[in-house]
């Protein structure tokens, strides 16, 4: 059976926030099936021409880790709809109000599998003098990308320090240190997610089943907050 899970990645949320720390980040064991590492993940390009740029960083960065391989291609979606691709990404920006999230990922999976995804961000308010920055922009399509490959937060606790990754929560996103480039540890758990090979692959494939929404804003989801984006 095929569903759909949300990780609303940077929220606004308007109380504070647990400390919570994870050694381990994968979000529930979600992964791209494939038959050999390392392994290529095409993003389809909808988003604006402000937006481009760090969309290239993020897919630079993550490109650093020696299991996975993203790639840049022609968006297949209106930005708006931000209508998922079997067996790639789409990244999409656009106006979508005032959700209460700076980015989200959302995710259809057959069991563990992936099967396609999409990461959208939110220009209501990064139109604001608030979040406008390269810092915020960053960090948070860093995020987002990272989860749409089953990467989840290292850390949930804005008002700690920050550890140096776009995968922890934070409420100053340039530091020191920097939260706008993965970590050491954020590659580690790519390696570990994808030690394992699979004998199938829902990488590039051209069909999918329905899908099925679950966990908007609660188990399975992870936004970016508005007052303390994440």
């Known amino acids: ?41 095409k993003i389809g390009d909808n988003v604006s021409s402000t937006w481009d740029p760090y969309l290239n960083e993020a897919i630079t960065d993550w490109s650093a880790s020696s299991v996975l391989d993203l790639t840049k291609v022609t968006g297949s979606t209106n930005p708006r709809t931000c209508k998922a691709k079997t ?3 789409q990244a999409c920006s656009e106006r979508y109000g005032n959700t209460g999230w700076l980015g989200i990922a959302q ?15 939110n220009d209501t308010y990064f139109n604001t003098a608030t979040y406008n920055t390269p810092a915020w922009r960053r960090l948070v399509m860093c995020q987002e990308i990272a989860h749409d490959f089953g ?20 409420s100053d996103p340039d530091g020191p240190p920097s939260n706008e480039h993965p970590n050491l ?20 494939q051209s069909t999918s089943g329905p899908g ?3 966990g908007v804003n609660g188990v399975d ?7 303390n984006p994440s």
């Open 212 to 214: 099925k929404r679950v």
């Open 87 to 89: 067996g790639q990404i």
């Open 1 to 41: 059976m095929k569903k759909i899970i949300i990780l609303a990645g940077l929220v606004l949320s308007l109380g504070g926030l647990a400390s919570v720390a994870y050694a381990n980040h994968s979000w529930g064991g979600y992964h791209w099936a494939r038959t050999s590492n390392p392994f290529t993940l």
């Open 107 to 121: 995710i259809w999976i057959s069991g563990s599998h992936i099967t396609k995804a999409i990461t959208k961000v």
């Open 151 to 170: 990467l989840d937060h290292q850390d949930e606790n804005f008002s700690n320090a920050n550890l140096g990754s776009c995968m922890d929560y934070t």
């Open 185 to 204: 540890h954020d590659f580690a758990e790519i390696e570990a997610i994808y030690a394992h090979l699979d004998s199938i692959t829902t990488i590039g």
């Open 221 to 227: 989801s992870q936004d970016i907050d508005l007052d």
